[in-house]
């Protein structure tokens, strides 16, 4: 029982690595091929230094952190990357990860992830919790594709260095702020919303639903595009394009029922239908 450190767990093969008793773990170095660290009960996992040339899993009940604030990678994976939590991820300041795949899934609490990639796309195949925000930034020059993620709150991703978003499914309450270098695309054409909430903000370098539509269920909603913005808004009731600015052209399409406020629409030509006798 009690807070105990791990200063070096190190194997050439897979490393497996349980605490139990109580009390939180402090890891200031892990090596392996895939690498699990556990710690069971509502308590803290403090991580520094983990590097897995295969897949990496951290668990516990209470909360996962970075040990020593500071900007170097704390958690490195050559496979999934994998972090399931039950009160926040990175809620008292930023993990660093470099990780082409994640998983990352907290039962209440914030989660905030700064990855650092460079090659290809990276995947988020699961990024949500419970009464807290979601905060991911990608750096190094890679994509993001986000396969699913809510939470009750608000949200925020950035993409840098070039890369670009691809969403299949993001759900908030509140606000979700999307800052992109590049483009914001649907991941899978469909006819599923592939964002929603409250308020969404866009700002793109690139072009936003140019490949296919993007499909939304929001009440507010502010878009600047260094390129061309193909969306659908099919939230019911009245809702407001508080800005649609476009360097290329815009064509925005209201479903649902309900009533639309244009505030602001500037593009190269501009198309908007609001279908129903609203």
């Known amino acids: 029982g009690g807070l105990t450190t791990s200063r070096a767990l190190e194997a050439g093969g897979n490393l497996t690595f349980l605490k139990s008793g109580g009390g939180a773990e402090q890891i200031q170095r892990a090596r392996g091929a895939n690498i699990s660290l556990t710690v069971l009960?509502?308590?803290?996992?403090?991580?520094?230094?983990?590097?897995?040339?295969?897949?990496?899993?951290?668990?516990?009940g209470g909360?996962?952190?970075?040990?020593?604030?500071?900007?170097?990678?704390?958690?490195?994976?050559?496979?999934?990357?994998?972090?399931?939590?039950?009160?926040?991820?990175?809620?008292?300041?930023?993990?660093?990860?470099?990780?082409?795949?994640?998983?990352?899934?907290?039962?209440?609490?914030?989660i905030w992830i700064v990855n650092e990639w460079a090659v290809g796309l990276v995947t988020l195949n699961?990024?949500?919790?419970?009464?807290?925000?979601?905060?991911?930034?990608?750096?190094?020059?890679?994509?993001?594709?986000?396969?699913?993620s809510s939470t009750n709150k608000g949200g925020s991703i950035t993409?840098?260095?070039?890369?670009?978003l691809w969403i299949n499914s993001i759900t908030v309450s509140t606000t979700l702020t999307l800052t992109v270098d590049g483009e914001v695309q649907e991941l899978n054409p469909d006819s599923g919303i592939d964002v929603g909430g409250d308020l969404l903000v866009i700002r793109a370098g690139g072009s936003v639903g140019s490949l296919n539509a993007l499909e939304l269920s929001v009440w507010n909603l502010d878009v600047v595009s260094g390129g061309s913005v193909n969306v659908v808004n099919r939230s019911g009731g009245l809702t407001t394009a508080r800005q649609i600015n476009a360097?290329?052209?815009?064509?925005?399409?209201?479903?649902?029922?309900?009533?639309?406020?244009?505030?602001?629409?500037?593009?190269?030509?501009?198309?908007?239908?609001?279908?129903?006798?609203?």
């Open 159 to 164: 993409v840098l260095n070039g890369g670009g």
């Open 247 to 278: 360097v290329g052209s815009v064509t925005y399409l209201k479903t649902g029922g309900g009533g639309e406020q244009l505030q602001l629409v500037r593009g190269g030509s501009v198309s908007v239908t609001v279908v129903g006798a609203v």
């Open 126 to 148: 699961d990024f949500r919790t419970t009464g807290g925000n979601l905060t991911f930034e990608q750096r190094g020059g890679a994509g993001v594709n986000l396969a699913s």
């Open 63 to 110: 909360s996962v952190s970075e040990l020593g604030a500071d900007t170097a990678v704390d958690v490195r994976a050559g496979g999934l990357l994998s972090v399931a939590a039950g009160l926040g991820i990175g809620a008292a300041g930023a993990i660093e990860t470099a990780a082409g795949r994640l998983s990352l899934v907290s039962s209440a609490g914030a």
């Open 41 to 60: 009960g509502s308590v803290s996992l403090l991580v520094d230094d983990v590097v897995g040339t295969g897949s990496v899993s951290l668990s516990t």
